[in-house]
């Protein structure tokens, strides 16, 4: 067991003394990655992304959308990009040889209550001035979505996709590997910025550009605050399930 005295660290070197910081034990809301390898990173994914399903159709429609017309299909869209996405993610920062864990991406332990204040703040400031539904999609989508009719499985498949594995997946890649890399060099209001810049033309729907880009920021701020994945993901699920319940309602009537 390395001892290290407080009063002489001269004569007894702290244990990770000389280690590159990719190997040190990194402390909450630092992560060993900088902005260069955040844009190499998206980089590869870009391509290893085209490189696997090329230009689909599934790039051009949104999500929501697509997952009630064909949602077994779109599920598995959905696992391979995050598959495709993650691993080139964390194999490139493996070969960076940085070290990383859950902890250090932010699935850590968070206070539940401050936490989930936080995200009601979050939600409701994102969402002034856009509380109907209707006002995110365009005419051309309503009249496809008009022509849809929804399933109890279709829902079902629906809550999977855009209301778990999507939160799940987009935060641990946009908020705990883009942003946390981009704050470490820049601090967090221009991280903060880019990074939801970045998650909003992700989605590839300009319509609500603004709507995901001040999400993306907001889930920005509650890493920053927290230091944890857990109240970003909590707010996305939140947000991603009522809108699954305001489509289903709409095609309802």
């Not at 870009?46 to 997952?67: D, H, K, P, R, S």
């Not at 299909?73 to 964390?90: C, D, E, K, N, Y």
């Not at 470490?184 to 880009?213: C, E, K, M, N, Y």
Request: aromatic letters at 14%.
């Amino acid at each position: 067991m390395v001892q290290y005295d407080l009063l002489n660290p001269k004569e007894y070197p702290h244990p990770e003394e000389g280690q590159p910081f990719s190997r040190r034990r990194q402390e909450p809301g630092r992560v060993p990655w900088s902005a260069v390898d955040v844009f190499i990173i998206i980089a590869l994914v870009l391509v290893g992304n085209f490189v696997v399903f090329g230009l689909i159709e599934g790039y051009i429609y949104t999500v929501t959308t697509q997952t009630i017309k064909q949602p077994v299909p779109t599920l598995v869209f959905l696992v391979i990009q995050w598959v495709v996405s993650l691993g080139i993610a964390f194999g490139y920062l493996r070969l960076r040889r940085f070290h990383f864990s859950l902890s250090t991406l932010g699935f850590r332990r968070t206070p539940v209550i401050k936490a989930a204040l936080m995200v009601i703040a979050v939600l409701i400031i994102t969402n002034i001035g856009s509380v109907i539904y209707e006002q995110f999609i365009t005419p051309h989508q309503q009249q496809a979505i008009q022509e849809i009719q929804p399933s109890h499985f279709s829902l079902f498949m629906s809550i999977l996709q855009i209301g778990i594995i999507a939160p799940v997946c987009e935060e641990t890649f946009f908020r705990g590997i883009i942003h946390q890399g981009l704050e470490r060099r820049l601090g967090f209001f221009p991280a903060a910025v880019l990074s939801a810049a970045i998650f909003a033309t992700a989605h590839f729907q300009l319509d609500i550009f603004v709507i995901i880009f001040l999400l993306g920021f907001g889930f920005a701020y509650l890493i920053h605050r927290t230091h944890s994945l857990w109240p970003s993901i909590s707010g996305h699920m939140i947000y991603n399930l009522l809108t699954v319940i305001a489509v289903y309602t709409s095609l309802g009537k």
